[in-house]
């Protein structure tokens, strides 16, 4: 019992952020700061700094605006297929999940459209 208590102490002390610096997600995974997102981004944005180099080589349409579209629900990212796949971290497949900045940033894309 006293072996329990000392491991799950040590747990709780690791799991600290390091002053506020970092911050964690409720699934356990280690997230960077994120700093708010003032103005949206564009799709070049989007395309040329996450779709290309995270989507591309298994989906070749991310670099078309209007087939990325097909995946949305313009102003609400909640409900948007692509969004949903890489917040669950379904997708990329076979690699780390996006980032939470990553993650924001296509959020603030979708929820940005018309």
């Known amino acids: 019992m006293r072996m329990a208590l000392v491991f799950l102490s040590m747990l709780l002390i690791s799991c600290v952020p390091d002053k506020g610096k970092l911050t964690y997600s409720l699934d ?3 997230n960077e700061e ?3 997102i003032t103005t949206a981004p564009t799709f070049e944005q ?3 700094d996450i779709l ?3 989507c591309l080589e298994c989906h070749k349409w991310v670099r078309d605006e209007a087939r990325v579209r097909r995946k949305l ?3 609400n990212a909640e409900e948007s297929e692509l969004f949903q796949v890489v917040e669950s971290g379904e997708m990329p497949e076979d690699a ?3 980032p939470t900045r990553e993650l924001e940033l296509i959020r603030s ?3 940005s459209i018309e």
Do not use: D, F, Q
């Open 28 to 30: 356990g995974r280690l």
């Open 34 to 36: 994120i700093t708010p």
């Open 46 to 48: 989007i395309k040329n």
């Open 52 to 54: 290309v180099p995270r």
């Open 73 to 75: 629900v313009p102003g």
């Open 96 to 98: 780390p999940p996006l």
């Open 109 to 111: 894309y979708i929820n």
